[in-house]
């Protein structure tokens, strides 16, 4: 018995030296384990429960199951997703610290704000798209326009009249509002607000004829009939709202504004990891159950690798940067 305790002490000794003959403290052996060794950071830049807060809640569960690691989510809310991206942007490129957020964090803030702490490009490996979150015009339910072509009707006969609310200044709302008007030939004052909230409350008190929010902000208010939906202006019709045609199929073809969510790392991930984390979100959005819940949530399931997301803002912020200077958005 003796004998074997040596004999086994002797093996750990011959392996410490080993390590330490490689350079590998604690620190390295860790590194030299297979990725992931450790729980993952999913960083959300917004508070909680929000449209992005819900999605990354949704998806981190089967994402850890995914990967063999659990997912933990923070949210680190502030300066319109500034905040979280900047964090995620500095952290090591290894893994273990992720970014999930809508297309604003890449598109709209650097179309606003030139001088940001991170770069949409450069500072982030896309993982992949997650959903697309579609975007509707809403009406006051006494408002006498029922579509898109009777409400250009009615601006175009007091032109002054008619204003519309957001759920911010240089949201993505804002800019699809625009970008709408622009294609309609028509223009609505902008009433910006802190947050959909606000916004639906005074369309549903009358105090704006018109707003432009999300699908998921939207539908309670839409099943209970205190609103009316004008259009969506997303390329398709929402799947939770099957009856409300499209911007483009109400008479603009190839029109289409609407918002995205997308996992992002910070830019220089190991091989490894990179391929892990890719597969790993693209074997949870598969998962029927995944699906089903951000469908009730008001959103477009909508897996795409992390090169279509790069495609996507290179495609996209030129275009918010045309939209910005068109429409005089400016940065609050």
Known sequence: MKCLQLARRRSVILVAAAVAGLGLGAQGLAHAQSYPAKPVQLVVPFPPGGAVDIVGRTISKKLGDQLGQPIVVENKAGAGTVVGAAYV????????????????TFTVNPALNAKLPYDPIKSYEPVGLVARVPLILLAHRDVPVNNLRQLIAAVQRTPD???????????????????????????????????????????????????????????????????????????????????VPTVAESGFPGFSADSWLAVVAPRGLPPEAKAKLHKALADTLADPEIRNKLIAAGLEPAYASGDAVLAQIEDELPRMRAIAQRAQIRAD
Do not use: C
């Open 89 to 104: 942007a500095n952290a090591p490129a290894d893994g273990y610290t992720l970014l999930i957020s809508s297309g604003s």
């Open 161 to 243: 009249k008619f204003s519309y609310g957001s759920f911010g200044n240089g949201t993505t709302g804002h800019f699809a509002a625009e970008l709408a008007w622009s294609a309609t030939g028509i223009k609505l004052m902008h009433v910006p607000y802190r947050g959909s909230a606000p916004a639906m409350a005074d369309l549903m008190g009358g105090q704006i004829p018109f707003t432009i929010d999300t699908v998921a902000a939207a539908l309670p208010q839409l099943k209970a009939g205190k609103i009316k939906a004008i259009a969506v202006t997303g390329a398709t019709r929402a799947t939770q709202l099957p009856d």
